[in-house]
Nanobody, 124 residues
Framework: QVHLVESGGGLVQAGGSLRLSCAAS????????MGWFRQAPGKEREFVGA????????YYADSVKGRFTISRDNAKNTVYLQMNSLKPEDTAVYYC?????????????????WGQGTQVTVSS
């Protein structure tokens, strides 16, 4: 089992920045990739980005490419989502997730463990 805890959400004005953190515990040796997803009210959950635990390769949704950056600190078992140039449409609950199986592109494989989510609200 893997336990994920997100933190760092909050309220920010459009154009501002936030950094989310996701701390992993438990069977972290089983993790191949970590991902970030978000779900806005009335919408389906969508992929934001992912990072391979070992190689550090990153993958992003087109909607956040160039504005969001995922990084990891394996020593701290923590993954970060740096969000810059935030827009009101980025408002959502952001979830961290862990993927056990190794996929060519983590985006297209199922994620096995999920955090509880953290709210990000961007005001206009």
């Amino acid at each position: 089992q893997v336990h994920l805890v997100e933190s760092g959400g909050g309220l920010v004005q459009a154009g501002g920045s936030l950094r989310l953190s996701c701390a992993a515990s438990g069977s972290i040796f089983s993790i191949n990739a970590m991902g970030w997803f978000r779900q806005a009210p009335g919408k389906e959950r969508e992929f934001v980005g992912a990072i391979r635990k070992s190689a550090g390769s990153t993958y992003y949704a087109d909607s956040v490419k160039g504005r969001f950056t995922i990084s990891r600190d394996n020593a701290k078992n923590t993954v970060y989502l740096q969000m810059n140039s935030l827009k009101p449409e980025d408002t959502a609950v952001y979830y961290c997730a862990a993927q056990v199986r190794n996929y060519a592109n983590p985006r297209y494989g199922p994620f096995d463990y999920w955090g509880q989510g953290t709210q990000v609200t961007v005001s206009s």
